[in-house]
């Protein structure tokens, strides 16, 4: 991990254990125009790497985001429901929208796997906002879906900036400590960080909690799918959201320099019977009121 000069120039040492890409953590003022990653493809001793920079929110800024998850898309009819929904949040004006993990549905049907990545960025084109995937167990878990997403989504570990928050992009299916609490000790103490991930609290966030070691106490809240249900409360003083599947529901979360407000949200046409999925555990939902910041 290396930070760039005033000008916007850098230079990156590899040692040989890092993905294979060049990566920006981009920040509150600039983001890449295009993708935020490039394939280190030759074996150079030395190469340049550019990216081209454009403005957007300035620090500080009130912002709104959204997060969806498990949208588990492996039929062409997914990708077809998967961008009326982006349709709907459109109308919501946010500034990004996160999807935390289990894009695709890996391994369960495989006559589609092969274009699956394709029509997934085909489907969130139709965003008018950038789309922040974040990989899942159905996308990454197994070498083959690992090769499959970074060819085509990139780096499974990333971090950006928006307004004065911190967003730390986290895969969950083999979490790289290193490279998390590097890009958080590099970052500002005053700024608080907002994680994504697609395991949360109840499995995998637990030993999250002690990767992150220091670093957690700085963490705002987590947001997490994988649950397939609405689920909020708070993991070691950390605030958690669990996000449902794309037939359920998911949050909106309005930001403020001081404040974060999270409101959970069913899908307009989700019914009841969809929305009442129940937990891993065989548990039914808790039915939350729509529109309550929790
Ligand atoms: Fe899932």
Redo the contacts with the bound molecule.
């Keep these: 991990m290396t930070r760039t000069d005033d000008d916007g120039s850098y230079v990156l040492q590899l040692t040989g254990e890092e993905a294979p890409f060049v990566f920006v953590v981009w920040n509150d003022q600039w983001r890449p125009r295009g993708e935020f990653y490039r394939p280190l493809t030759a074996d150079a001793e030395s190469r340049t790497v550019d990216f081209a920079m454009v403005k957007h929110a300035p620090a500080g800024a009130a912002f709104r985001f959204i997060v969806i998850s ?1 949208t ?1 898309c492996n039929h062409p009819k997914h990708f077809k429901q998967l961008s009326a929904r982006y349709a709907q949040l459109n109308e919501l004006k946010p500034a990004f929208i996160a999807v935390t993990g ?1 894009l695709t549905n890996h391994q369960v049907n495989k006559k589609y796997n092969v274009k699956r990545y394709a029509e997934w960025r085909k489907a969130k084109a139709g965003s008018t906002c950038p789309v922040i995937d974040v990989p ?1 167990n ?1 996308d990454t878990a197994t070498p083959a879906g690992l090769a499959e997403y970074r060819e085509s989504l990139g780096p499974t570990h990333h971090a950006f900036d928006f307004g004065d928050r911190h967003f730390v992009i986290f895969d969950s299916n083999r979490p790289n400590w290193r490279w998390v609490n590097a890009d958080l000790d590099a970052t500002p103490r005053d700024r608080k960080v907002i994680v994504f991930s697609h395991h949360g609290y109840s499995n995998r966030g637990k030993y999250m909690h002690g990767g992150l070691k220091k670093n957690w106490t700085r963490c705002e809240v987590l947001f997490f ?2 649950g ?1 249900v609405h689920k909020s409360g708070v993991y070691k003083n950390l605030p958690y959201h669990m996000s449902g599947t794309i037939h359920q529901s998911f949050h909106l979360v309005d930001v403020a320099p001081a404040k974060l407000t999270v409101t959970w949200q069913p899908w307009e046409n989700a019914t009841w019977g969809q929305i009442k999925a129940r937990f891993l555990s065989g548990k039914p939902a808790t039915r939350p009121q729509a529109g309550v910041p929790d």
């Design positions: 498990d588990h289990d899942g159905h799918g994988h397939h």
